[in-house]
């Protein structure tokens, strides 16, 4: 069975976050029976943050684009979701970008995770 664990980086956990800091989480491991195939992600734009974020994940090896999420309001997440590529079994080493977008979709800046997608088939 796999290791559920959750990354979560916060500079300040009560109250609203200064426009310079980000509450990310997301889960350390991502398995996935197939990369087509929905997994728990644990996505999280925690309540405390005051700009949308759009979580993108990158493999390390190859800095390709395996998955862009949907636009988050503070408060919102996403558990099931499946990579946007096919990729083949294994093991990989990759980096969640949470990118921030103000109320005019205006990029304010990103925070990255390093997280591993185990794909099973």
Do not use: M, W
Not at 29 to 40: A, Q, R
Request: hydrophobic share 30%; glycine share 6%; aromatic share 8%.
């Amino acid at each position: 069975k796999d290791k559920k664990e959750t990354i979560e980086q916060s500079e300040q956990v009560d109250g609203k976050l200064e426009p310079t800091q980000l509450a990310i989480k997301i889960n350390s491991v991502i398995s996935l029976e197939d990369s087509l195939k929905k997994g728990n992600f644990g996505i999280h734009n925690k309540s405390n943050n005051i700009y949308d974020l759009i979580v993108k994940i990158y493999l390390k090896d190859t800095n390709e684009l395996v998955y862009t999420s949907p636009k988050l309001k503070p408060g919102e997440k996403i558990e099931q979701a499946k990579l946007d590529k096919k990729i083949g079994k294994g093991v990989y080493k990759a980096v969640a970008y949470f990118e921030a977008y103000d109320e005019k979709n205006n990029y304010k800046g990103k925070s990255g995770i390093e997280i591993d997608i185990n794909i099973r088939k």
